[in-house]
């Protein structure tokens, strides 16, 4: 594959990809899960999970096998896959490859705690499955009219398998797998920029090529002036908030947000004693040092790299404590597609907003109904991109939900002026 063809089909213009592109770009997203899947097996059958942390996650099976099914049920399967957004997700579907695929990897009908209690396949014929899925849906794809409904779901399926092989690294971090990934270096401090007052076109046009639903339409935003931080928090600004007493102050949490402090201090074996974000073994009060676990590794981290897997819980008392406040995901969308010149960095880890998921004015659902509204009024709104993200998949109107308890994932924060 050369230089060029991999920048083509890893690059945030792939949401506008035609055929040739896609083709590899899917064959690339597979060959990634499988590497990933192979070295969290290996690491495995040496003996190195602890069942306490993988019942937080789903198992390896359940994940390989549900990306497979995914990519099968709305192409290979899919009747109406011609018709894209304005496909009816109840139409007749034919039938899988594997006769249980249904029972095992429909995430609609399955719960996480199910997950754990399925016979499922070995992995051989996991990836058996996973070959013929994708022989199938290059195939169709082959013949497929260059046109937005007709490449719709070849698009989605991309995206999914992507955000599903960012799970499987999360996965690794979790389970301790020595995966060889670069992690974020320093950021450079710089000063916070004063953002002007304006009228901005939030979320995504619906003027060709492939945005998720949660995104549209877009619409209009009045924003008053706001300053908003450079940079994500670092480890040296947090280290100040245990070295005051953040995680003893009740003041500074939200009530629901210090009842999970006090369940996560109280549980076996949590990490320092609950008072830092997860995997942190040792946070430094007169050192400034901070020791976090990264793929099974404990390291040394800079205080100039930014804090990670920080809650959205920790976020925002980190903030209240400061005097300051997270940004609406409108003010870091704006900031993100304006002030990139004036020194505006994102893209190391997730950054968690201010804002709760809700649709937008006119939100309607995409045929994956599961995907957006399931999340609307209960989960926070992270915007941006983590180190372990695709390059494809880091688009500034991109917007991911989750519980404001989640620590898994590769997420901190900057924060705004009150």
Known sequence: MTAALVRGIDSPDMRAAGRELLSVALMDARNHTLHLADQIASHAKAGGVSVTEAVELDPLAWQLGHVGWFQEWW???????????QCDPRGTRLPSLESDADLWWDDAQV??????????PDLDTLKTYLLATLESTLELLEKAPETDDALYFYRLALAHEDMHGEELIASAQALGVPLDIELPGPLPMRAPLAM?????????????????DNERPAHRVEVPDFEIDAQVVTWAQYVEFVDDGGYDRAELWHPDGWQWLQDKASAEGADAGGRAPRYVQQIGVASGAVMQTRFGSPRRMLGAQPATHVSWWEADAWCRWAGRRLPAEVEWELAACSASQR?????????????????YPGFVADPWRDYSEACFGSHKVLRGASFATRERMKHPRFRQFQLPQAELL???FRSCAV
């Open 75 to 85: 192409i290979a399967r899919n009747l109406q896959r011609g018709r894209g957004r």
């Open 111 to 120: 719960a996480r705690a199910q997950r754990w209690q399925l016979a499922m």
């Open 196 to 212: 002007p007052r304006t009228s901005w076109r939030m979320g995504s046009d619906d003027a060709g090529g492939f945005c998720f």
């Open 343 to 359: 020194g505006f960095r994102w893209g190391d880890v997730w950054e968690w907003t201010g804002s709760t998921a809700r649709p």
């Open 410 to 412: 590769f997420a901190g």
